[in-house]
């Protein structure tokens, strides 16, 4: 199958109260093979929408994710982040089978196991932001005293991050991933300044070895103290925002449907149905490849639009609709295949366990604003709310 130039499509730009994901999707995933689409950076891809597409070009080997390789989606500066050309160990850029060597020193330490034991952690964490959040009074901005806080604690306790030193790295942290309230240099220097700090951790680690995660990762021999600085670093970026905007996101949610508060299955249809990391699983065919009917030629550039897929009537009933008593394990929130998201069971511990307790202790909370009116990220390669004003 080919395809013409006037069948090239402008990329569906994300656009400011219209809903999420974009109607285009739904118009995508019913047309005969995939869709011709340009990047706001002028790059070609293909637009792939249907979940089964989706899932396929996650698996095949014949597809790259390495920035490197020729043909390969250019997208905007997000501001600072590295990749595996800057520093080792930014392994989601890094194909198999060089890349199962991270994975496999890191599967353990991500565990259903593993992360039952991070529990009561993730607990006190929780109670220790909830218990700043409420000093400030009867209302606060929930992204900023609650969400973003949140996961970045939790990730540098597991790292073993000093208590004297954790206020630094979650504001360095917080620069680096809020794009609306930081500049490109200052996330820049946050890059350059967390660098310097996880490097300083290693060394330390390697001196005075304790029960977390780097000194454990250590241990092994598997990853030299320059691939964990990189697998550090990735696994702060990848795993802070896209957690906070979807701890926002689903209290906007549950708030608005509240039969479903205290539910233990919100967090898997919460993951589908807002689907925050919608733009970056971006690939480039390596060898011709034939997906959804469609033949993608060697060095053509894809992008598997998540949301597009986790909204595809042929996976999900009702796909438009939140509704936590479907199956909604078969998502693709967390990608598929060799990069599917290490970190997935800490981010649905860490929802479970921020919604109970936020619920709990506080339930008068309310938005203080119009929903439709709230400042929805359509300004990033991550979904989410910029802030959220709440009041109780």
């Known amino acids: ?70 043909g390969f989606p250019s997208v905007a500066r997000t501001g600072g982040v590295p990749s595996q050309e800057q520093i080792p160990g930014w392994f989601v850029g890094i194909d198999p089978p060089e890349h199962d060597r991270f994975r496999k020193a890191l599967i353990p330490e991500f565990s259903v196991r593993r992360i039952k034991e991070w529990r009561p952690l993730i607990q006190e964490t929780v109670d220790r932001c909830l218990d700043r959040m409420l000093e400030l009074g009867g209302s606060a901005d929930l992204v900023a005293e609650f969400a973003l806080p949140v996961p970045s604690l939790v990730i540098s306790t597991m790292l073993g991050v000093p208590f004297v030193d954790r206020d630094f790295f979650e504001s360095r942290t917080r620069t680096l991933v809020d794009l609306k309230a930081s500049t490109e240099d200052e996330r820049d220097l946050a890059v350059r300044e967390l660098l310097r700090y996880i490097g300083r951790l290693i060394a330390l680690k390697q001196k005075r070895p304790g029960e977390d995660l780097v000194s454990r990762l250590l241990a092994t021999g598997v990853l030299s103290p320059q691939e964990l600085t990189g697998v550090i670093m990735l696994l702060l970026i990848a795993g802070h925002e896209t957690t906070a905007n979807n701890i926002a996101l689903g209290v906007v949610t549950l708030l608005s449907n509240p039969r479903w508060i205290g539910d233990e299955r919100v967090a898997d249809e919460l993951l589908r149905y807002h689907s925050v990391a919608d733009l970056v699983s971006l690939r480039v065919a390596v060898e011709d490849v034939e997906i959804g009917g469609q033949l993608i030629r060697a060095g053509e550039g894809i992008m598997p639009l998540i949301a597009g897929a986790n909204r595809d009537l042929a996976a999900f009933e009702r796909p438009d609709e939140f509704d936590p008593s479907r199956s909604a394990r078969q998502h693709v929130a967390f990608g598929y295949g060799v990069h599917q998201c290490l970190g997935q069971n800490l981010v649905r511990a860490e929802m479970d366990i921020v919604y109970r307790t936020l619920f709990r202790r506080v339930p008068t909370l309310a938005i203080d604003a119009d929903v439709d009116a709230l400042p929805f990220k359509y300004d990033g390669t991550i979904f989410g709310l910029h802030a959220l004003p709440v009041r109780w």
């Open 1 to 70: 199958m080919t395809v013409s130039d006037q069948d090239i499509t402008a990329f569906p730009v994300r656009v400011p109260g219209a809903p999420y994901p974009p109607c285009p999707y739904a118009e995508f995933r019913e047309r005969p093979g995939l869709v011709r689409s340009e990047l706001p950076t002028g790059s070609r891809v293909w637009l792939v929408t249907r979940h089964e597409d989706v899932r396929a070009v996650l698996t095949d080997r014949r597809i790259s994710s390495n920035p490197a390789r020729e």
